[in-house]
């Protein structure tokens, strides 16, 4: 049965606080802090992008499957901030891992769910038997508009998943995708900053499209909420993944380990996928877990995973996420991080 | 940075490959067609370690035109495991926390980008262990 044998995560070391965001722009920090439970974001440094994350969050995930990357079959990198507007990522990801030549690359985009989209593809290859390995990636260094609401949230990080049949960590026991024409954010060609429809993109987008996935892979399934002992859902803020947790039937106690965007903010593409990374580094053999992402535009992908022995031999082979999320970190002021975004126009 | 040059040392600088003289045993970094200790023109792929020790550094505070915007920052000689030494930047610390004999491990990272259109160019830089 196909399963992850390997899995990683990147995350930039600098991080602006909320009242930082908010003091320039005269807003309240507190009422955001409140609202989004949300306290800081991370950043990544000029010289860090979607591809150096992935190549570091694939290097991680590499040490824990312990496979030779010549057998990697398919490179996925789902993103929507890939650094070339026309020239793959995966590519580079390929080369810099030695995977290169014989292997299926593409790029994909999905707003927030690419990641998870990656993940989906590889496993149905997998699966068939076309391949023998897969890597999927799901990585996003995101943009938000000068005193936008998502100038909050938009945040940067990458998870890295090896997808095999052979000795896998967690096996992959369902997959459903739920998708529907919902314009609720968006970003048009040479547009520098994405728009949103404000509070539509609630409950008709992020809300429905998660209920409606993860009810219907548990039904699938035949699954209950309380038959998960971890579930975690796209973290667009704190307060979203939380809300719809509950909506669901979930107890606060299954989502917590996952839920890492209080402190890291919206990685995008990496979002769901990263919190499923810091919830394979606590969990235990037999342990089953829900992960439905979701993408605005709009769309939700679901995978119910159960976690087998082997999560015990390879947890420690790479650095756990809170780890990353809590050591080494670099507080920014916002004339840094707009220089570190490219936001300030400069002369020639 | 003219795309072809950077093409032919993508095996060096995304995946720090290099060449070992089959007869000597001498790796070298990067890799040169004859061993300058034995002249034999025969080597093997050896990848490098991507931990080691600052031997020694520099901290740029006028900087060329692609680096302008990261001054100061501190460019190093880093003895790896495996005992080669490499130049790198050294990244993620501060130039005033940088001292010699620190322990330091390989980053995939962008190193410079041809302007607004032109292509960018990723390779390796040294963070803290």
């Not at chain 1, 990636?137 to 095999?164: N, R």
């Not at chain 1, 973290?235 to 890492?260: H, T, Y």
């Not at chain 2, 040392?9 to 004859?34: D, V």
């Amino acid at each position: 049965m196909v399963g992850i044998i390997g899995y990683g995560a990147y995350i930039p070391r600098n991080r602006i606080k909320v009242e930082e965001i908010a003091k320039v722009w005269g807003a309240d920090a507190p009422s955001y802090k409140k609202g989004l439970q949300l306290y800081e974001k991370s950043v990544p440094s000029p010289d860090q992008d979607t591809i150096t994350m992935s190549v570091e969050a694939t290097k991680n995930a590499l040490k824990r499957a312990n496979i030779n990357p010549q057998e990697i079959g398919a490179v996925y990198v789902g993103s929507e901030s890939h650094p070339y507007a026309v020239k793959p990522s995966g590519t580079t990801l390929a080369e810099a891992i030695g995977a290169t030549p014989d292997i299926h690359c593409a790029d994909f985009e999905f707003a927030c769910k690419a990641g998870s989209e990656a993940m989906f593809v590889c496993i149905g290859l997998v699966e068939s038997g076309m391949i023998k390995y897969g890597l999927a990636v799901g990585a996003d260094t995101s943009q938000g508009a000068p005193g936008d609401a998502l100038e909050y949230s938009a945040a940067a990080g990458a998870a890295s998943y090896i997808f095999g049949k052979e000795n896998p960590i967690a096996k992959v026991l369902h997959t459903f995708s739920f998708m529907t024409d919902t314009p609720d954010f968006w970003r048009r060609e040479y547009q520098f900053y994405p728009r949103h429809a404000g509070r539509f993109t609630g409950e008709p987008a992020y809300f429905k499209h998660i209920t409606g996935c993860a009810n219907a892979i548990m039904s699938k399934a035949n699954m209950k909420p309380e038959d998960f002992n971890y579930a975690i859902f796209h973290q667009p803020n704190g307060k979203f993944p939380m809300r719809v947790g509950k909506m669901l039937g979930f107890k606060k106690e299954q989502i917590e380990p996952g839920w890492l965007s209080p402190t890291l903010g919206n990685t995008y593409s990496g979002s769901s996928p990263m919190g499923l990374t810091a919830t394979l580094d606590v969990c235990k053999p037999g342990d089953m877990i829900l992960m439905v992402s979701y993408g605005s535009g709009a769309g939700s992908d679901g995978f119910i995973y159960e976690v087998t022995d082997r999560i015990n031999e390879v947890r420690d082979k790479a650095p756990k996420t809170r780890y990353l999320l809590e050591h080494n970190k670099k507080y920014i002021e916002y004339g840094t991080y707009a220089k570190f975004r490219g936001k300030i126009r400069m002369g020639e | 940075m003219f795309p072809a040059r950077y093409w032919r040392e993508i095996p060096q600088r995304y995946r720090m490959e290099a060449e070992k003289c089959k007869k000597c045993g001498k790796i070298y970094f990067p890799p040169r067609l004859i061993c300058p200790e034995c002249k034999s023109r025969e080597f093997e792929q050896v990848k490098l370690k991507d931990e080691g020790t600052l031997l020694t550094y520099t901290v740029i505070r006028v900087g060329p035109s692609q680096f302008v915007n990261q001054t100061p920052y501190a460019m190093g000689i880093v003895k790896l495991d495996d005992g080669i030494n490499i130049l790198a930047q050294i990244v993620d610390c501060e130039p005033d926390q940088i001292q010699t004999g620190m322990k330091l491990k390989i980053e995939f990272r962008k190193i410079q980008q041809d302007g607004e259109a032109g292509i960018l160019c990723y390779g390796y830089k040294c963070v803290p262990a």
